[in-house]
């Protein structure tokens, strides 16, 4: 739909069989997209809920014309996921010349960012940290702060669905990751904010609303267990390896589980 924005696609829903069963659905989009439907999952959003797998292949999806339920409307499309190695020889993707005939979509506008902060800690260096530049900094003068596209989080958004965007955004191993979210906790007329609560269950969701409220000043903040090099300082180059197994165990025991949920005329995919 938008040469800046590849993920994104439509179809006429007059294009799939009835009865219009999930399964119709998933068999039409893969037929266009040339993949395996053992291989794809599709999530449908409300505005009350966060993205949910749809597990019953005989389910109705109803398409009304009359309204802008999921799929309806670019902001709130139907989720394909795409399992790794489900692509079928042949897919293709559009050439540059179909590319220039698209327009370009208002990213900043159109979709929500979620903020966010590396920091490279060392436990083998008993607690020895320093700001990680990002691969794709916010300011040339503050290097750690990097920002992305709530929206191209794959659902069902979970904390290790971010941990997986953001490894893959910034090369680090996902097992290096560790998740913060700051609270706010209301105290009469006042806001104190408190110290930062580790995320500990990677099944925990951070729905599209929380993401979409972090700032420049208040980032999810994601902490990177590094090696250390030869001089005593951490050691950058071990980002990218995953973490040995004797420090899964000291990188989980590091405060509270943070759990908020908010279980949130083409058909758009």
Do not use: W
């Not at 739909?1 to 068999?27: K, T």
């Not at 997986?164 to 913060?180: F, K, Q, V």
């Amino acid at each position: 739909m938008f040469s800046n924005d590849l993920s994104l696609s439509s179809f006429d829903v007059e294009h799939v069989s009835p009865p219009r069963l999930a399964q119709n659905y998933i068999g039409y989009i893969c037929q266009r997209e040339h993949l395996k439907p053992s291989g794809v999952k599709l999530y449908l959003t409300t505005p009350q809920r966060g993205p949910e797998q749809v597990t019953s292949m005989d389910m109705v999806i109803y398409m009304s014309r009359s309204d802008r339920h999921c799929g309806r409307d670019i902001n709130r499309p139907l989720l394909i996921v795409v399992e790794q190695g489900s692509e079928l020889p042949g897919r293709r993707f559009p050439p540059p010349t179909t590319l220039k005939r698209l327009r370009e979509r208002d990213l900043d506008s159109d979709l929500p960012h979620a903020f966010y902060r590396l920091y490279g800690t060392s436990s083998s260096l008993k607690g020895a940290q320093r700001p990680l530049p990002s691969q794709t900094p916010l300011y040339r003068e503050d290097p750690s702060l990097a920002t992305f596209f709530v929206d191209y989080v794959p659902p069902p958004l979970r904390a290790k669905d971010y941990i997986a965007y953001i490894a893959e955004l910034e090369g680090i191993h996902p097992t290096r990751i560790t998740l913060y979210l700051r609270s706010q906790p209301m105290g009469g007329d006042m806001i104190q904010e408190v110290e930062a609560e580790q995320i500990k269950d990677p099944d925990d969701f951070i729905t599209r609303r929380t993401a979409s409220e972090t700032s420049d000043r208040r980032p999810i903040m994601v902490t990177v267990e590094l090696g250390a090099d030869e001089y005593g300082d951490v050691d950058l180059n071990t980002k990218g390896t995953p973490l040995p197994m004797s420090f899964k165990g000291l990188a989980r025991s590091m405060t509270r589980t943070v759990s908020r949920v908010r279980k949130r005329e083409s058909v758009v995919y």
